[in-house]
């Protein structure tokens, strides 16, 4: 790649309202320039500019419902860039209650693109490589036969996961651990195996996910997994101290 097209791209992300689009899109799904539009704080018509030069650079995939235009990222490779360099971004200053519990949510357990991240992702990697399931080798998570074994108990069909057009099983920086989570095939097999068994739930207006009562025990007996630091609410949700 010429250096220019590395100008280029960096171009589009030192913009502040594109920048949040697309940090807001790392929860893996689609949404409406309008959605967009709010979580950047800009005008519709703003938006529709903005992410008109993001699609057009390769940033964004777009599908069209009834009348409506949804846009989401484009490649997991998109959410791992975006996920690097918020670990070299300043913390964003908290105002207020919710913008505090919002912070906590996320940086304990949030989807980034299509896997599980936060501190509970770091703890379940720790926990996979303290059994012998993976390693890490340099930018990769290597599955070991005792691994695919676990895997295949735990319901994730592995070879399915492998013959995916893309990574299998690689290594995510997360921006606030500072550590790595797993990605790839099989990071995404993992997180959705969690949402089936209901350990974990998407919130429908962040990426940050919730940890239920049942996974609270889940995590616990599978990934030997202290929880400890949680406490339960109102809403039957646990979230950490």
């Not at 919730?210 to 949700?237: C, I, P, Q, R």
Request: hydrophobic content about 40%.
């Amino acid at each position: 790649m010429h250096p220019k097209h590395v100008a280029a791209a960096a171009s589009l992300l030192s913009d502040s309202s594109r920048s949040i689009m697309l940090t807001y899109m790392l929860d893996g799904r689609y949404h409406t320039s309008g959605e967009l539009a709010r979580a950047a704080g800009i005008t519709p018509q703003t938006a529709s500019f903005h992410l008109k030069k993001l699609e057009e650079a390769g940033f964004l995939d777009q599908t069209k419902q009834g009348r409506h235009r949804y846009y989401g990222l484009k490649d997991p490779a998109i959410a791992q860039v975006i996920e690097s360099l918020l670990t070299i971004t300043p913390p964003a200053q908290v105002s207020s209650f919710k913008q505090a519990a919002e912070d906590q949510a996320i940086r304990y357990a949030r989807t980034c693109y299509d896997h599980l991240a936060g501190s509970l992702g770091i703890q379940v990697v720790k926990a996979l490589v303290d059994s012998g399931y993976i390693y890490q080798d340099y930018d990769h998570f290597i599955l070991t036969a005792k691994g695919e074994a676990f895997f295949s108990d735990f319901g994730i069909d592995v070879e399915t996961a492998r013959r995916k057009k893309r990574s299998f099983c690689h290594c995510c920086l997360d921006w606030s651990e500072r550590k790595h989570h797993l990605a790839g095939a099989l990071g995404h097999a993992m997180l959705e195996r969690f949402l089936e068994l209901d350990w974990l739930r998407k919130k429908s207006d962040s990426r940050a996910l919730l940890l239920t009562e049942e996974g609270k025990y889940g995590f616990a007996e599978v990934f030997g997994l202290d929880f400890s630091d949680v406490h339960k609410t109102h809403d039957n949700k646990v979230y950490l101290r």
